[in-house]
T-cell receptor
Framework: AQSVAQPEDQVNVAEGNPLTVKCTYS??????LFWYVQYPNRGLQFLLKYITGDNLVKGSYGFEAEFNKSQTSFHLKKPSALVSDSALYFCAVRSAHFNNAGNMLTFGGGTRLMVKP | NAGVTQTPKFQVLKTGQSMTLQCAQDMNHEYMSWYRQDPGMGLRLIHY???????DQGEVPNGYNVSRSTTEDFPLRLLSAAPSQTSVYFC????????????????FGPGTRLTVL
C-alpha cells in the first residue's frame, strides 16, 4: 500500500523568508509525486510533479520541490515566501507502475502554510 | 472550457436521506474520481472511473454509489446519509492514468460541502 506523510500540520514563516513544507512517501516501485495547493473554499490546484529525471522540479508561483530517493522525501520549497502563499498544501504519490487501478493518488493529510507580513 | 464543475456547493441532509452529488467535465477526460476531504486526513478516494461504463472502488466506498454513463458526467450517490458522511467532496478528472506524462495531472472541481444532521 502506498502512503504519504506530512509531519507538520502548520508551518509559519515570515514574508520574504524561505519556506519548506515536508513530505515523505512510501510506494512500491518508482514514485510519481505531486504537490497541490488549496486556497480557502476552493478545489485543489496542481503545483508541480516529479515523474523522472532531474531531482529538482520547478512549478507554479515560484515553488520547487526536491526528490530524494534515499530519504523517500519530496519537500516543497520556495526561496522567498509571500503572504499570498498562505494556503493548505497537499503532497500526493502514486506508483509509476501502471495498472487498471487508474490514476489513483494517495494524499497526505495536508500542511497549512501561514506567511505573516 | 469550464473544467470540472460540481453541484451543489452546499447541502444539508438529515440522517437517512439520499441525494446525488453531480460532477461534470468538458475536457474529454477518461479518468474521473471522487474524493472526500476531512480535517487532518487529506483526501481519500471514494470511487473512480477509467472510462464510460467502468467504475471501481477506492479507499472508502461504503455508503456511496457511482455510475458513468457518459464521458462527461460522474455522479456520486449517497444511499442513506449518515453523520459520518459529513465532509467536503471533490470530483477530479484527468486525461490518462499512466505513463507519467502531463496527462497524469488531475483537475479538481470546487467541491461540495455536505452536512448530515
Amino acid at each position: 500500500a502506498q502512503s504519504v506523510a506530512q509531519p507538520e500540520d502548520q508551518v509559519n514563516v515570515a514574508e520574504g523568508n524561505p519556506l519548506t513544507v515536508k513530505c515523505t512517501y512510501s510506494v512500491s516501485g518508482n514514485p510519481y509525486l505531486f504537490w497541490y495547493v488549496q486556497y480557502p473554499n476552493r478545489g485543489l490546484q496542481f503545483l508541480l510533479k516529479y515523474i523522472t529525471g532531474d531531482n529538482l522540479v520547478k512549478g507554479s508561483y515560484g515553488f520547487e520541490a526536491e526528490f530524494n530517493k534515499s530519504q523517500t522525501s519530496f519537500h516543497l520549497k520556495k526561496p522567498s515566501a509571500l503572504v499570498s502563499d498562505s494556503a493548505l498544501y497537499f503532497c500526493a504519490v502514486r506508483s509509476a507502475h501502471f495498472n487498471n487501478a487508474g490514476n489513483m493518488l494517495t494524499f497526505g493529510g495536508g500542511t497549512r502554510l501561514m506567511v505573516k507580513p | 472550457n469550464a473544467g470540472v464543475t460540481q453541484t451543489p456547493k452546499f447541502q444539508v441532509l438529515k440522517t437517512g436521506q439520499s441525494m446525488t452529488l453531480q460532477c461534470a467535465q468538458d475536457m474529454n477526460h477518461e479518468y474521473m474520481s471522487w474524493y472526500r476531504q476531512d480535517p487532518g486526513m487529506g483526501l481519500r478516494l471514494i470511487h473512480y472511473s477509467v472510462g464510460a461504463g467502468i467504475t471501481d472502488q477506492g479507499e472508502v466506498p461504503n455508503g456511496y454509489n457511482v455510475s458513468r454513463s457518459t464521458t462527461e458526467d460522474f455522479p456520486l450517490r449517497l444511499l442513506s446519509a449518515a453523520p459520518s458522511q459529513t465532509s467536503v467532496y471533490f470530483c477530479a478528472s484527468s486525461y490518462g492514468g499512466g505513463g507519467g506524462s502531463s496527462t497524469d495531472t488531475q483537475y479538481f472541481g470546487p467541491g461540495t460541502r455536505l452536512t448530515v444532521l
